[in-house]
């Protein structure tokens, strides 16, 4: 039987952290210094005073079954794999912005010919946005297929609110999982993310619904302008580490070499 990959979140044990992210924009070098990410976190509070509540809800690409962002792409650049993993074709994309426009999740960004002089320098030789693009969060698929690891974000959670794995496997972790939520577990039709709902207290409102494109104006307007700017900061710090590690290495191989 063909994989399904998707993944649940676990509302109720995330922590806010970043980690995905900041693992994420290392592992496929989103363009961080833009406020650009694959995956995202979102600071929800609702209610009022002194009837709050606070939920920390992480996003990232559905990768829908009927993708609509699959269906409005004129060069075929958006596409599925056999998994149904939503993937892009950046030699074949055109940045015509349609398939951003079809997705009802915010899922998507340009990867902006300025944002590619900035990766050729923030990332050097290993750079893999060699032209401008749209792009995504393709659940590492490459990572996933070729390496047979998990996600970057998966691994790096410090709450496991992040599970891999084959919807079309009963025994799968995700399938365990949404079956022992019981009433929280929450799945869009056609959706390759699940959500476990945090459990209600006596003092908690309802915790808002991750499949609610609403949520997505909502950060948009709000929670982006205030959180990117530290975020980036925080990213970019992780990310030119990472290549001045790189560079020393190499460096110092050349060495070795010439002795």
């Known amino acids: 039987m063909t994989k399904r990959y998707g993944m649940v979140i676990d509302l109720s044990?995330?922590?806010?952290?970043?980690?995905?992210?900041?693992?994420?924009?290392?592992?496929?070098?989103?363009?961080?210094?833009?406020g650009k990410f694959r995956t995202r976190v979102d600071?929800?509070?609702?209610?009022?005073?002194?009837?709050?509540?606070?939920?920390?809800v992480s996003q990232l690409c559905n990768h829908c079954e009927d993708a609509p962002c699959v269906q409005v792409c004129p060069t075929g650049a958006t596409y599925q794999t056999e998994e149904g993993v939503v993937l892009v074709d950046q030699e074949q994309c055109v940045s015509c912005q349609a398939c951003v426009a079809a997705c009802q999740y915010?899922?998507?960004?340009?990867?902006?010919?300025?944002?590619?002089?900035?990766a050729k320098s923030v990332y050097g030789e290993g750079n893999r946005h060699s032209v401008a693009h749209v792009d995504k969060c393709t659940l590492c698929y490459d990572r996933v297929t070729?390496?047979?690891?998990?996600?970057?974000?998966?691994?790096?959670?410090p709450g496991q609110a992040r599970i891999f794995g084959d919807w079309n496997d009963p025994e799968s972790r995700v399938n365990k999982a949404l079956a022992a939520a019981g009433d929280r577990a929450h799945r869009a039709p056609g959706s390759a993310i699940a959500y476990i709902l945090p459990a209600p207290s006596q003092?908690?409102?309802?915790?808002?619904?991750?499949?609610?494109?609403?949520w997505v104006s909502g950060w948009k307007g709000y929670v982006q302008p205030a959180a990117k700017a530290a975020l980036g900061a925080a990213v970019g710090v992780l990310a030119v580490a990472t290549a001045v590690n790189l560079s020393q290495k190499k460096a110092g191989e050349g060495d070795h070499d010439d002795e």
């Open 43 to 56: 600071d929800i509070v609702t209610g009022s005073f002194p009837d709050l509540s606070r939920t920390f």
């Open 13 to 34: 044990t995330c922590v806010g952290c970043q980690a995905c992210v900041a693992s994420c924009t290392t592992q496929n070098q989103t363009p961080y210094w833009d």
């Open 106 to 118: 915010g899922a998507r960004y340009v990867y902006t010919p300025e944002d590619v002089v900035q």
């Open 203 to 214: 003092k908690e409102l309802p915790p808002p619904d991750p499949a609610d494109p609403l």
């Open 146 to 157: 070729g390496e047979g690891m998990e996600p970057a974000c998966v691994t790096t959670c």
